[in-house]
């Protein structure tokens, strides 16, 4: 029982980070696109840093554990989307309201009017890349490696268009849509998408393991 709190409570804790790297690149929406892109990383920097639970980082690790540890990343999801949405409604209060709110519906709206099957690509694509972050930052044994990793691994998958489940959930709650039935469907099936994606590169090792004993 104290696991799972404490896998929720760092879940909570890595969705505020992601919350925080979403509200500077809405607030930066559309002129300085590339900028805060760049500064969306302060989420996954805090995150590795401090070891917090991110669902799509964590995915990636999943053929590294037992059947179980399904069960983990459900609860670091819901962990990671109370994160997001407690850091949207924070960011209501504030006179940044409007302005990223405006900002969160003009992207939802895209989302909104894309296909399942994109989106699914899209969460694949986007954990391919979030898996190159987070491997690098794990193993690159250079530290300028370790933080070059997270920083082009974030940048590119959000000027890819590619798609992020908790970011999403940030960007939905701060677009007052998170308890849409759309939003969940959607949510998930990007969900499922990074899932994919965080598996590619961890199976294709696997393969070649395999091939060269």
Sequence with gaps: MKKTLSDFV????????????????????????????????VGLFTICTQNFNLFTGKACGLLEHKPSYIGCLAVIWLGNLAGTALTAQLIRLTRQAANIAAAAQSLIAVKN???????????????????????????IPHELGK???????????????????????????????????????????????????????????????????
């Design 10 to 41: 760092k879940a909570v804790l890595a969705g505020i980070c992601i919350g925080l790297g979403g509200s500077v690149f809405l607030a930066l929406l559309p002129t300085d696109r590339i900028f805060g892109a760049v500064l969306f990383t």
């Design 113 to 139: 009017a894309d296909s399942l099957l994109s989106l699914f690509v899209l969460g694949v694509l986007c954990n391919v890349l979030i898996y190159i972050a987070v491997d690098g930052f794990k193993n």
């Design 147 to 213: 933080y070059l990793a997270l920083f082009l691994g974030v940048a590119v998958f959000i000027l890819a268009g590619t798609e992020h489940s908790i970011a999403n959930m940030f960007y939905y709650a701060m677009a007052g849509e998170l308890l849409s039935a759309q939003a969940l469907v959607r949510i998930l099936t990007v969900t499922l998408g990074n899932m994919v994606g965080g598996l590619i590169f961890p199976a294709g090792k696997i393969l070649l393991k395999t091939l060269d004993a």
